[in-house]
Structures are given as C-alpha cells and as structure tokens.
C-alpha cells in the first residue's frame, strides 16, 4: 500500500533523504505517518534508518547535514540527531532498533536491528507504522501491527501483554492519544492498563513529570487530568495528591488570566508553566515527589502564601497606589496573575509595577544623607509620594 505525502515541502524533503541513504533504509515513523494516514498536517518528522555496515541513523544525519550546510545536533545518550534543513523543517533521526526490559520503570537496553523489530517496540499499533522514503520504495506503508486498522476502528491498542509494565509512563500516552484524538482504549488494553497502576509508583519524578508538561501541551488537558484523577494515577503518582474537584474551573480560570497577561502583559513576562503547575493545586509532597525545581516550587509555596494572606488582608479600593505596591511587590508575576481578577492586583501588574524610583540611593548620597536604614526609610517615602501622584495623574 502507498501513502500519498500531500505537503509537497515536506514530501520533497524526504525524498532528498531518500536520495542519500546509499545503502541504508530509511523510513518514517510516528507521530507524522499516525497523522499523516488520519489526513492532519504533521510536522514531526521522526526518520528510522537500518543500518547497514558503518552506516546508520548518525552517519545518516551527517551526510544530509554536509549537503544542506549545517550542523547536526547529536543526543548520544539516544542514540538520535536531530538535522534542521534551511528552510525550517526539524528532522530526528533514529537507527533501527530493539528493546529489551530488564527491570520495570527504568529505560530498557537496546540494540539495532530491523524496522519491524523497531516498529514491535512502540507504544500502540496507531504509532507503530512505517513510510518508507527509500528513493526505490517511496510511499511504502510497512504496517506488522496492523494500525492502520486500530486507526480506522478508532482504538489505542498496545503491542504485548507487558507493555505497560514495561514502560508505565504508557498509561500516561495511552489516554493523552486517546483524549486527544476521541479513541476508545482497547478493551484487552484497558484492563492491562488498570492492572499496571501501580507500576507508575517506582517512576522517577523526572518521568513523571515530563508526561505531564506534555498533558499541559493538550487542547483537552482538564479530560486528560480527570482520567488519570478517576483511575487513582494521581495516588498513584503520591498518596497525598487529589486534583481538585472544580478542577475544570481553575483551569479554564487560569486559561483566561494567562489570556489577560498575554494581552495586558505582553509575551515574555511570565512562564505559562509555572501557572500550569500552580493550577494542579499539588502539596508539597508532590512537588517532590516530581521533583520540581526549587525556583518553581518556591513559586508554588508563594502563591499558597499569597492565598492566605489575602483572606486575611483583603486588597481594598481604599488602599493608595504605593500601598497596593508594597503589598503586592514580593510575590512573583505567575502568583499575581493567577490570583486575578482582582482591580487592584491589575493596576500593580499594569501600571505600578512599571514606574520607575525618580530618585536613587546615591541621589540622596549626594544631596548628603548617609547609607543605613533612614536613607532607605527616605527612598520609599519619596517613591511612594511619586507612585501615588503618577497613579492618580495617568488614571484622571
Ligand atoms: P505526539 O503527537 O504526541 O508528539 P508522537 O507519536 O510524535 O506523538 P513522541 O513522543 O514524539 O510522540 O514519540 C515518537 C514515537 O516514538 C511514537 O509515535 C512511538 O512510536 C514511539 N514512542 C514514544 N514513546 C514511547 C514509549 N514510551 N514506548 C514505546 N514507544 C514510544
């Protein structure tokens, strides 16, 4: 059977990948031929190459990279390079291989060996299935597993019974496709899937993790988190986390203020992650558990912080400018933003925050004030005086 590549950039890229393989062949897998065959547009290039003699996934993406006139970046730790061609398309490359699992949780030993062999080591039959971009073979579909069918019948089907007890973080992938794509898991796969829970727990947090910053990268990521809260993943992940049960409007809440700060704020002012992270509502222990950075966990104890002191110390409309700045300064812009809508944290993210001392430390030096804390007592009153006037004059 052949696969017609409709974007005729891309299907002209392969080919001059096919052109330089020599002896080797080359096929696309994943993601791209999974949505290339359901007729959406991919970017994702994930080239496979069985090797042949010296040759392989490496040498592979050198050549081209000598041909196009630039640098390949080399993960040797997988065994991948990745070769960006001048016109923007990012391909990775990969040599053919196999897997074997020794213990459950921890990443297999490998060895290179055929595309088929390659294809039986993947997740789910929809993400198992090859193109050949051999210049003789062009458009080949190479399908061992039978995908193409699970595609039509709409299903996410594993491979082998120990598929996920090989690799849990499948049970993460296997209901992100599933959302993503409205699919029904298998029902053989399914069970397997509940049977495998527990296998999440000795995940390291770095794994964990990493499936769950790509469940924040989906359009459906509220169905995604409920799924996982209702099979006892996220126990599972720690005892002590519970999603919350308005999960769905914190979410579309948060949604909504990253929509102001994108508007108000500009690009770059805030991390969009760390808000993700801040709407999972996760204790400590979790935190850890996925082993957060300091810097964001620091963020998320803040905000907590945040959260109390408001109820204790509402912001009021009686409060001046240089009063709603001190309060509001310490905490960071993620921990503002989602605390919103609230007028007099909009007026601090806005417009206080942006005004500038009129006087500095040496200023006074030189007007002969002497460092220590009278001279800092000195520069808020002064800055303070000039927040209240600027506030009022820009806002009358
Ligand atoms: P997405 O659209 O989510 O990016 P993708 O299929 O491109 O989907 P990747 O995570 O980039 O997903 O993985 C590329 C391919 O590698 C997958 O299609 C699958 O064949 C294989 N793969 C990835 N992770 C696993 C895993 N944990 N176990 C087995 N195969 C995997």
């Known amino acids: 059977m052949l696969c017609e590549i409709a974007n005729p950039f891309i299907r002209r890229i392969l080919q001059e990948v096919g052109l330089v393989t020599g002896s080797m062949r080359p096929y696309v897998v994943g993601g791209f031929v999974r949505d290339t065959l359901m007729g959406k547009e991919s970017q994702d290039l994930d080239v496979v190459v069985e090797s042949s003699g010296s040759h392989n996934g490496m040498t592979l993406a050198q050549s081209l990279a000598d041909k196009w006139q630039v640098d390949v970046r080399a993960h040797q730790d997988f065994g991948t390079a990745t070769v960006s061609h001048p016109e923007g398309l990012k391909i990775d490359f990969v040599t053919a291989r196999c897997e074997t699992y020794t213990q459950a949780g921890v990443l297999p030993t490998v060895k290179f060996s055929h595309i088929t062999d390659d294809l039986w080591r993947r997740d789910f039959s929809v993400n198992a299935i090859a193109i050949s971009i051999s210049s003789d073979q062009f458009g080949q579909i190479l399908d061992p597993t039978n995908g193409i069918a699970d595609l039509a019948g709409k299903r996410i089907r594993v491979l082998h019974a120990e598929s996920f007890t090989d690799d849990s973080t499948r049970i993460f992938r296997a209901l992100r496709y599933a ?10 796969t399914e069970k397997l899937m509940q049977s495998a829970i527990d296998r999440i727990r000795p995940l390291s947090g770095t794994r964990i993790r990493n499936e ?47 929509e102001w700060a994108g508007h108000h704020l500009g690009e770059d002012v805030l991390n969009a992650e760390v808000l993700l992270w801040m709407a999972l509502n996760l204790p400590s222990t979790s935190q850890e558990r996925l082993l957060l950075s300091g810097r964001l966990r620091k963020k998320l104890t803040v905000r907590e912080e945040l959260a109390q002191r408001l109820l204790y110390e509402p912001l009021t409309p009686a409060m001046r400018p240089s009063q709603i700045y001190q309060f509001l300064k310490p905490y960071p812009i993620e921990a503002l933003v989602s605390h919103l809508p609230q007028p007099q944290i909009e007026q601090y993210l806005i417009r206080l925050r942006q005004i500038k001392p009129n006087k500095t430390g040496s200023d006074l030096i030189a007007d002969g004030w002497t460092s220590g804390p009278e001279l800092a007592q000195a520069l808020w009153k002064n800055f303070a005086r000039q927040l209240d006037q600027e506030a009022t004059r820009k806002t009358s």
């Open 179 to 188: 959302t993503r794509f409205q699919f029904q898991i298998e029902t053989e």
């Open 212 to 258: 769950i910053e790509r469940i924040f990268q989906e359009a459906c990521v509220v169905k995604i988190m409920q799924r996982l809260s209702m099979l006892g993943i996220c126990q599972a992940i720690c005892p002590q986390w519970q999603l919350p049960s308005d999960f769905e409007n914190i979410w579309h809440n948060f949604q909504s203020h990253l």
